[in-house]
């Protein structure tokens, strides 16, 4: 969250957490545990995590609703501290592979952050090397690039 404190401010985030929830439908957006941090994880809260690709996801539980909130999720926030995914750290915005190039997006259902001109949102992504620090740990991490929705705003592409 610090590195999207200039466009997203903790009290946004506090009051919504609607990206620490996911339905069946939206499981592929579950964020990765890389495999270097799974036992801390695991044993840190408990929680089963099952593969996906070279990393690891929690395994969610449907069982009590339709959505279910990630375990890591309290009512102080995140409990992963410094093993917070990557994919958590910069959402709403992604890497996606949009015709055999990478490219960066923003998530719409980030209210905060999309209600921002694109214009702000483009330049934001170009500023200070923020898209090339995600296609850095794409290259390190392929598995957090994630599937383009059609009609998700392209602010940056990788040339
Ligand atoms: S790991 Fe933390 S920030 Fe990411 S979805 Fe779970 S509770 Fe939310």
Not at 88 to 97: H, Q
Request: charged share 20%.
């Amino acid at each position: 969250m610090s590195m999207l404190k200039s466009i997203l401010s903790p009290n946004s985030c506090a009051e919504c957490r609607v990206c620490c929830g996911f339905t069946r439908g939206d499981v592929w957006e579950i964020p990765l545990i890389y495999g270097e941090n799974s036992a801390e994880v695991t044993q840190m809260l408990g929680a089963k995590l099952i593969p996906r690709g070279k990393e690891f996801v929690f395994d969610m539980d449907f069982s009590k609703g339709a959505i279910s909130y990630c375990p890591a999720l309290s009512e102080n926030g995140c409990m992963l501290g410094n093993l917070k995914p990557f994919d958590c750290a910069v959402w709403p915005f992604r890497v996606n592979s949009v015709g055999g190039m990478r490219v960066i997006t923003v998530s719409p259902v980030c209210e905060t952050v999309y209600s921002l001109p694109l214009k702000t949102l483009a330049e934001f992504v170009r500023k200070d090397g923020f898209s090339q620090m995600l296609f850095d740990e794409a290259d390190k991490h392929p598995d957090i690039v994630k599937p383009y929705i059609k009609g998700y705003p392209i602010l940056d592409v990788e040339i």
